[in-house]
């Protein structure tokens, strides 16, 4: 979802970007990004899949069931062993086409782990994002944090990125201080974190994480480069904490339901995003209720009334 452009509480976001979908367009030293066509408000221009390697290759993100892309990927990997197909998070528009490439190519998919809310629903609680959500993933190999997959001149180490997804995960790509970043840190927005897929805490905890790394570029699931991550990562953060702050300014106001605050606090955001600028709302009220700031009648709700700790 995005925030805020040019604000003392946001990230520089950069919306420059060419798709050129269904083409295999250098990024790197060996490395391919391809668009898939299927822009919207939350995939921007569509979503990115990458090719890391030379001969021998592992593909990040295949994408969704799309058969231009799927077609797009083997024009671009003919005469290329596929070794590993690694998936960051388990949303349709990154994950499905896994199956069918490894059908094809004999590659291993890996990935974090099946598809699983960050949190148990809570009793009359339906998941909106479940319709969005791949909940027949399953990975060949399960990774861990610092797990490594590598292949013929690559090399890419697992970050374990929870926050989007509890089951999201970034890849470094060893000695060229390349991280792909998926849907957690993307240079033209910033990440939807919605319960109960996502949690806010565990988003915090994975930009932390990050930070105390040392990389040149990030490559997102959508949209163009992130640049400067030390810098960006520092914008999202204070963005975060802004939004935190707007929350509770919004409650010692007076504020106890979410769409009330959501009109105020998303008052210039595109009115389709507003649902998930409830959502994201929630998430932060999630995180608000666990350190003790704010007060609910029984657990976060998106129905719930709030009121100051």
């Given at each position: 979802m995005s925030g805020a452009r040019g604000t003392p509480d946001a990230p520089e976001f950069d919306l420059a970007f060419?798709?050129?979908?269904?083409q295999a367009v250098p990024v790197a030293e060996h490395v391919q990004r391809i668009t898939v066509n299927n822009p919207g408000p939350f995939t921007f221009h569509g979503t990115n899949s990458?090719?890391?390697?030379?001969?021998s290759v592992c593909v990040i993100d295949p994408g969704p069931e799309d058969e231009a892309h799927f077609a797009a990927l083997m024009t671009a990997l003919a005469g290329r062993e596929v070794t590993h197909?690694?998936?960051?998070?388990?949303?349709k528009d990154h994950s499905p086409l896994a199956r069918r490439l490894k059908a094809e190519t004999g590659a291993q998919i890996v990935a974090e782990g099946p598809h699983r809310p960050a949190r148990p629903l809570h009793e009359g609680e339906t998941n909106?994002?479940?319709?969005?959500?791949?909940?027949?993933?399953?990975?060949?190999?399960?990774?861990?944090?610092?797990?490594?997959?590598?292949?013929?001149?690559?090399?890419?180490?697992?970050?374990?990125?929870?926050?989007?997804?509890?089951?999201?995960?970034?890849f470094a790509l060893d000695d060229q201080g390349i991280v792909f970043s998926a849907d957690h840190v993307m240079a033209w927005a910033t990440s939807i974190v919605a319960p109960p897929d996502g949690a806010m805490g565990d988003y915090m905890a994975s930009l932390e994480r990050l930070l105390s790394r040392d990389d040149r570029v990030y490559f997102p699931g959508h949209g163009g480069p992130v640049k400067d991550p030390a810098a960006f990562l520092r914008g999202l953060r204070t963005h975060r904490r802004m939004r935190e702050r707007a929350v509770l300014e919004r409650i010692r106001a007076g504020d106890r339901?979410?769409?009330?605050?959501?009109?105020?606090i998303y008052a210039s955001t595109d009115p389709r995003l507003h649902g998930a600028a409830a959502l994201s709302v929630l998430a932060h009220l999630e995180d608000l209720v666990e350190k003790g700031q704010v007060e609910t009648d029984g657990p976060a709700r998106l129905s719930g009334v709030y009121r100051p700790a």
């Open positions: 060419e798709p050129a979908h269904g990458y090719i890391v390697g030379d001969r197909i690694a998936v960051s998070h388990t949303h909106p994002f479940a319709e969005s959500s791949d909940v027949n993933f399953v990975p060949d190999i399960a990774l861990s944090e610092g797990d490594v997959v590598e292949g013929d001149g690559w090399r890419l180490t697992t970050i374990l990125t929870p926050g989007h997804t509890a089951n999201h995960a970034a339901l979410i769409p009330d605050m959501v009109k105020t």
